[in-house]
């Protein structure tokens, strides 16, 4: 074990020593004395923080964004979904459209991201301009169907930023009674 550890030793060493200026590791530098402050630039400050607060704006039917920009989507339950679809909030369904036309949420839009017009129907729910910072509710058949999750991707793609996924899906909203609708339309 040492005789590996020292050839390499010997090796790394020797890479250096042959190496060209511009790829050779530099030599560690001490740290600084804590009482020595660097000659670079100086930490950023924040902004003074104005003496009255901000008028408050008036409440919108909606949750807070996430708080993760790297993920602009959330879970939601039956619950929460509910709640969602009372306050207006559009519902778009990831199935096929077969299974759309034998019942969705009512009022939900098909965008099914196994389909080969997934693309044009995005470019139409996006022409009705619903803004990109609020809630939008994304669902497919429940259980271990990912077509939600798939179409929240696309959807956080195109700049969508607080997308709530119902884990649920249309298993769940039917099996509870709520409103369907049948048909190609919404």
């Known amino acids: 074990m040492g005789a ?31 009482t020595v402050a660097p000659a670079a630039h100086p930490e950023p400050q924040a902004p003074p923080r104005p003496s009255q607060p901000a008028p408050a704006l008036p409440a919108r039917p909606s949750r807070p964004t996430p708080a993760s920009a790297e993920a602009p989507f959330r879970e939601v339950d039956g619950a929460e979904a509910q709640e969602d679809f009372r306050l207006g909030f559009p519902f778009l369904d990831a199935r096929r459209s077969g299974e759309y036309a034998q019942g969705h949420i009512q009022g939900a839009l098909s965008l099914p991201v196994w389909e080969g017009d997934l693309q044009e129907r995005l470019i139409r729910f ?6 990109l910072e609020d ?29 709530l996924i119902y884990r649920g899906g249309y298993p769940d909203w039917a099996e509870h009674g709520l409103p369907i609708g049948r048909g190609s339309r919404p």
């Not at 020292?6 to 600084?32: E, Y």
């Not at 996006?126 to 803004?131: C, S, T, V, Y």
Request: glycine fraction near 14%; hydrophobic fraction near 40%.
């Open 135 to 163: 809630p939008v509710v994304v669902y497919c058949s429940g259980g271990d169907c990912h077509d939600s999750q798939l179409l929240a991707d696309r959807l956080a793609g195109l700049g969508y930023r607080h997308i």
């Open 4 to 34: 590996l550890l020292g050839i390499a030793l010997l090796t790394g060493l020797g890479s250096q020593w042959f190496a060209g200026p511009s790829r050779k590791v530099p030599a560690l530098q001490p740290p600084l004395p804590s």
């Open 126 to 131: 996006d022409a009705l301009g619903h803004p």
